[in-house]
């Protein structure tokens, strides 16, 4: 089952790539100026971050907003597919080291893709306004559970490595959920996370479902962002080729790091751009509010 599921997901990378590459080599003359050795950096920290399940989404969004490297309206698809090769790397290592039950994981991660799927293609079509308070929200709400997670607030999770009955219903129902959300930059690791020890499974089992979650929804919602034109080509293959380096360095050369000081950091720079997100989409609506025409 574990071949069947990588070779799937090996496949659906391909395709992915293709489409991904294509269309770059295509618009290689109409890339931003943002440097690459800044977006090439900036894939590598936060993809070394996403294999120590600290998540990546959160951390690049709030680089892409510090250093005003990717306009907040694309900031979503340019995730989505910019990190889709290195989780699907994480996917690779974490699925075939760690044993999770096959039908919980395939139903969930499939649950994961169909809900992405959904997304994307309602997300790339949102105004920049939109996509400002979603993904202040949703960093905030990323925040609060990684936040639970430092604080123990979280369940401690239980020794099983699947799901049986209501609770594997309701984890496929939660994680189509996920996959949804995962279009606006929500990352899905911490809610996934959550969800998994709520669940009473082990905490081992939270990483090949969550980055197995990622691996397959993230290539199919890719090909949406793709198609739309809704992503920075270049900030997205810096990421890519960034990230992937980042994940090899953090699966197969760090053997420890102080993640709860890291996780500290991490929590108040994502509630530092969640808010900074929220204030940008107030700033705007106030800017247009100013420029209508008085009746007098």
Same mark, same amino acid.
């Given at each position: 089952m ?13 395709t992915f790539?293709?489409?991904?590459v294509?269309?770059?080599f295509?618009?290689?003359?109409n ?22 399940g ?14 005003n490297?990717v ?5 979503p ?5 910019g ?8 996917a ?7 044993t999770?039950?096959?039908?919980t994981?395939?139903? #969930?991660? *499939? @649950? ?6 959904? !997304? =994307? ?9 939109? /996509?400002?308070?979603?993904m202040?929200f ?10 639970a997670?430092l ?8 020794e099983?490595?699947g799901?049986t ?8 129902i ?43 929804? #993230?290539? *199919? @919602? ?6 739309? !034109? =809704?992503?920075?080509r270049?900030?997205?293959?810096g990421?890519? /080729?960034?990230?992937a380096?980042?994940?090899?360095v953090?699966?197969y050369?760090?053997k ?7 996780s ?33």
């Open positions: 574990v071949k069947i599921i990588l070779g799937a997901l090996g496949l659906l990378t391909l790539l293709v489409f991904f294509k269309d770059y295509e618009n290689k003359n890339l931003s100026k943002t440097s690459w050795a800044g977006l090439l950096g900036v894939g590598f920290i936060t993809n070394f971050l996403d294999t120590l600290i998540g990546s989404f959160a951390p690049t969004t709030a680089l892409f907003k510090f250093f490297m306009p907040d309206r694309i900031i698809g340019t995730l989505n597919v990190d889709t090769v290195p989780v699907v790397f994480e690779f290592l974490f699925i075939a080291a760690i999770v039950e096959p039908i994981l395939v139903t #969930m991660l *499939a @649950a994961s893709a169909i809900g992405a799927v959904v !997304g =994307a293609g309602f997300v790339s079509k949102l105004p920049e306004k939109k /996509i400002q308070i979603g202040g949703a960093l905030l709400v990323v925040a609060f559970f990684m936040l997670g604080m123990d607030w979280m369940p401690i999770g239980g099983a490595i799901l009955g209501g609770k594997l219903i309701f984890g496929i939660a994680n189509f959920i996920l996959g949804a959300l995962m279009t606006i930059g929500v990352g899905l690791y911490a809610p996934c996370m959550a969800l998994v020890y709520a669940l009473g499974m082990s905490p081992r089992v939270a990483f090949p479902i969550m980055m197995g979650s990622c691996a397959f929804l #993230m290539p *199919a @919602a890719g090909m949406r962002f793709v198609k739309e !034109g =809704a992503h920075d270049k900030a997205s293959m990421l890519t /080729i960034g990230g380096a980042g994940v090899f953090a699966y050369i760090v420890s790091l102080p993640l709860t000081l890291l500290w950091l991490v929590t108040a720079v994502v509630i530092y751009t969640g808010v900074v997100m929220l204030r940008s989409a107030l700033v705007s609506s106030k800017a247009k509010v100013d420029k209508v025409p008085s009746a007098e």
